[in-house]
């Protein structure tokens, strides 16, 4: 008999054929991704680049207007009414304050969660509900989250404040280690609002990192004497480490374009300060585009772009730190 039977005639069709549809469906996800990022950033343009600038450089040949090309006014003013004097000082350091303080909470708890979950505690009922339900929270939409902010962390359920409703003020209101129970619109309110978010899923990428380190290190060590805690410390967390980071990184990034939560809180859209402590106001980059986004004028939806780039850079560079990081303590380890 010549040729290939029948049945793998038809397998090699099908398996070509679903090969195809596969591609036909990359190349259609990738296509509609460049074409959105590059709407963007063409309406954005006008809002980065100084357009006299541009002009002068690559039309005239005028070198020395290369420093002016970026628009710095847009990094370095407030939110305003005149779309050419608007900028996103305000709630660019708002995002960074948030989630510096969002990190700062969450990634010691998570990281102790999983390392008791999966080294320490016994595989009983008990812990193995607490681990379904860690995995059902990372599911959960992230306004719920917004409420349970809104109650326990900017409300404190009611249960602190003076009798005539106002909050409960240690130290200068003007100083960083000032205190306000509760919390009201501050950066902490936010920052924890956004730690409940992302703290399942750093859970869950800490956990995975941890059951990913062979046995075998970990009974080298015991074999050596080392306790269960020293075993931990100097061997598992190390080893586990870059794959850590790296889920809470983009867990971070997760937690900076996020804006329902926020919003459940009250937080101002329009604010001409900076946070210059955790109790402070503030406001979030997501905030500003949506609003911006909102009006009727053709030069605030550019602005709306031009921020959404930002966004994307700093995205980016989180990401990108992310890769760096694996990289460099997985060759550290190695």
């Given at each position: 008999?010549?040729?290939?039977?029948?049945?793998?005639?038809?397998?090699?069709?099908?398996?070509?054929?679903?090969?195809?549809?596969?591609?036909?469906?990359?190349?259609?996800?990738?296509?509609?991704?460049?074409?959105?990022?590059?709407?963007?950033?063409?309406?954005?343009?006008?809002?980065?680049?100084?357009?006299?600038?541009?002009?002068?450089v690559f039309s005239e040949g005028h070198l020395s207007s290369i420093p002016n090309l970026i628009r710095w006014s847009f990094f370095t003013e407030y939110a305003s009414r005149r779309p050419d004097a608007a900028g996103i000082r305000a709630p660019l350091l708002g995002s960074v304050w948030v989630c510096v303080t969002c990190m700062v909470c969450s990634l010691p708890l998570g990281v102790g969660t999983a390392v008791y979950l999966e080294e320490f505690a016994r595989r009983n009922r008990f812990n193995r509900f607490v681990e379904l339900n860690v995995r059902n929270l990372a599911g959960v939409p992230s306004i719920?989250?917004?409420?349970i902010g809104?109650?326990?962390?900017?409300?404190?359920?009611?249960?602190?404040?003076?009798?005539?409703?106002?909050?409960?003020q240690f130290g200068d209101p003007d100083s960083f280690f000032s205190l306000r129970l509760?919390?009201?619109?501050?950066?902490?309110?936010?920052g924890l609002t956004l730690m409940l978010v992302i703290l399942p899923i750093i859970i869950i990428a800490s956990q995975e990192a941890l059951r990913a380190v062979p046995?075998?290190?970990?009974?080298?060590?015991?074999?050596?004497?080392?306790?269960?805690w020293q075993t931990t410390w100097h061997v598992t967390l190390p080893a586990a480490l870059p794959t850590i980071l790296t889920g809470a990184i983009?867990?971070?990034s997760r937690a900076l374009g996020e804006a329902a939560p926020l919003l459940v809180l009250g937080i101002p859209v329009f604010i001409?300060?900076?946070?210059?402590?955790?109790?402070?106001?503030?406001?979030?980059l997501p905030f500003q585009i949506f609003n911006w986004a909102g009006r009727p004028q053709a030069a605030f939806h550019d602005l709306a772009a031009s921020g959404i780039i930002v966004l994307l850079a700093v995205l980016l560079s989180f990401n990108g730190l992310a890769?760096?990081?694996?990289?460099r303590l997985q060759k550290t380890s190695a």
């Amino acid at each position: 008999m010549t040729g290939a039977p029948r049945s793998q005639t038809a397998r090699a069709l099908r398996n070509r054929g679903f090969l195809t549809l596969c591609l036909a469906c990359t190349t259609l996800a990738v296509l509609s991704l460049f074409l959105l990022l590059g709407s963007v950033f063409m309406q954005g343009w006008h809002g980065l680049v100084d357009q006299e600038a541009f002009k002068a450089v690559f039309s005239e040949g005028h070198l020395s207007s290369i420093p002016n090309l970026i628009r710095w006014s847009f990094f370095t003013e407030y939110a305003s009414r005149r779309p050419d004097a608007a900028g996103i000082r305000a709630p660019l350091l708002g995002s960074v304050w948030v989630c510096v303080t969002c990190m700062v909470c969450s990634l010691p708890l998570g990281v102790g969660t999983a390392v008791y979950l999966e080294e320490f505690a016994r595989r009983n009922r008990f812990n193995r509900f607490v681990e379904l339900n860690v995995r059902n929270l990372a599911g959960v939409p992230s306004i719920v989250y917004g409420i349970i902010g809104l109650t326990a962390f900017s409300r404190m359920f009611g249960l602190i404040g003076k009798a005539d409703g106002q909050p409960l003020q240690f130290g200068d209101p003007d100083s960083f280690f000032s205190l306000r129970l509760p919390f009201g619109q501050s950066v902490l309110a936010g920052g924890l609002t956004l730690m409940l978010v992302i703290l399942p899923i750093i859970i869950i990428a800490s956990q995975e990192a941890l059951r990913a380190v062979p046995k075998s290190l970990r009974q080298a060590s015991h074999a050596l004497g080392a306790t269960t805690w020293q075993t931990t410390w100097h061997v598992t967390l190390p080893a586990a480490l870059p794959t850590i980071l790296t889920g809470a990184i983009l867990a971070l990034s997760r937690a900076l374009g996020e804006a329902a939560p926020l919003l459940v809180l009250g937080i101002p859209v329009f604010i001409t300060s900076t946070p210059q402590g955790p109790m402070s106001n503030f406001t979030v980059l997501p905030f500003q585009i949506f609003n911006w986004a909102g009006r009727p004028q053709a030069a605030f939806h550019d602005l709306a772009a031009s921020g959404i780039i930002v966004l994307l850079a700093v995205l980016l560079s989180f990401n990108g730190l992310a890769i760096y990081l694996r990289h460099r303590l997985q060759k550290t380890s190695a």
